[in-house]
């Protein structure tokens, strides 16, 4: 168990049992692989295919599909929007002393 100091100066109980959340930032360029990524209605899946190699030959296992369930797909997100999404709360706890993982 950890313990904190609340506004009172009285240490309290602090559960050090905490969730990893995963977000990804996809930025669009001029050559951007439209047709290699595709992002899940709810804002959270994002899925990745890519064609197979030809010159690995007509018996190929090369694997082309990948499928992730996130916290959050931002996608052409701004800084500002990221930083208020992923590390606002990390940077905040990181100033007030504590160690920079995030809890919800």
Do not use: C
């Amino acid at each position: 168990m950890m313990w904190r100091k609340n506004s009172n100066k009285h240490l309290t109980r602090m559960s050090t049992r905490k969730k990893v959340h995963a977000f990804v930032r996809v930025r669009p360029t001029d050559d951007f692989a439209h047709e290699m990524i595709r992002y899940g209605d709810d804002n959270k899946t994002i899925d990745i295919h890519l064609k197979k190699d030809a010159r690995r030959g007509v018996v190929n296992n090369q694997q082309t599909d990948w499928s992730f369930k996130l916290d959050g797909v931002l996608h052409d997100a701004s800084q500002d929007l990221v930083y208020e999404t992923v590390a606002k709360d990390v940077v905040s706890q990181a100033l007030d002393g504590y160690n920079g993982n995030w809890a919800r």
